[in-house]
Every structure is written in structure tokens, then in C-alpha cells.
């Protein structure tokens, strides 16, 4: 019932700057914290920024001071902004949600995933 959107990618020239975000709907009784994880071809997915709802932030070594994860737990949504970015070729961002749909119920829900493609 409860689903994650993720929009905002595309193609990017190094250096430039994206902003995704992630919108939770369904029936969700609260959101512990929401994350962005990033997954290059080949590759395995993993963590880029962490927020929880409280707005405590985490964030990857290879991110910090370029990304910046920001909530707004009224609308259940996630944004990640992204500037600098290095060219690193297309991956993956993938929204997740450490969510309960009722007071006793709590699991990760994961997004479909949008494209972004850093590349001159």
C-alpha cells in the first residue's frame, strides 16, 4: 500500500547540479528516516544521505559538502541535492523509507529508482 516515487533525474554535465526527490504515499502511520542510495552498472547500491525525520543528516565521504539531503515530513517527501557533480557515468538513485504503516508494523520500503547520468 504505501509507495515511494522517486523523480528529478537525467543527464548532467560534470559540475553541474540536480535536485530529486521522493514522495511517499500509501498508508503510512510514521516515517523513522528516508535515504537515497546510489547503484552504478555492475556495481552494488549504496548509501549516499540519510535523514531522519527528527532531521538528523548522514552522508557518504565521497558526497559531503556536494550533496545536501533535506525532508519535509508534512508532505512525506525526500530531496537530495546535488551539485558538483563529478562525472561518474550513469547510476541509479534509489529512495528508501524506514516507515510504519501502523504503530506495531515497521519495514524498508525502496522506490523504482530514477536515472542519473553524469556525463560530458
Known amino acids: 500500500q504505501v509507495q515511494l516515487v522517486e523523480s528529478g533525474g537525467g543527464l548532467v554535465q560534470p559540475g553541474g547540479s540536480l535536485r530529486l526527490s521522493c514522495a511517499a504515499s500509501?498508508?503510512?502511520?510514521?516515517?523513522?528516516?528516508m535515504g537515497w542510495y546510489r547503484q552504478a552498472p555492475g556495481k552494488q547500491r549504496e548509501l549516499v544521505a540519510a535523514?531522519?525525520?527528527?532531521?538528523?543528516?548522514n552522508y557518504a565521504d565521497s558526497v559531503k559538502g556536494r550533496f545536501t539531503i533535506s525532508r519535509d515530513n508534512a508532505k512525506n517527501t525526500v530531496y537530495l541535492q546535488m551539485n558538483s557533480l563529478k562525472p561518474e557515468g550513469p547510476a541509479v538513485y534509489y529512495c528508501?523509507?524506514?516507515?510504519?504503516?501502523?504503530?506495531?508494523?515497521?519495514?524498508?520500503?525502496w522506490g523504482q529508482g530514477t536515472q542519473v547520468d553524469v556525463s560530458s
Open positions: 500509501g498508508s503510512i502511520f510514521s516515517i523513522n528516516a
Open positions: 535523514i531522519t525525520s527528527g532531521g538528523s543528516t
Open positions: 528508501n523509507a524506514d516507515l510504519r504503516t501502523s504503530s506495531w508494523y515497521r519495514y524498508d520500503c
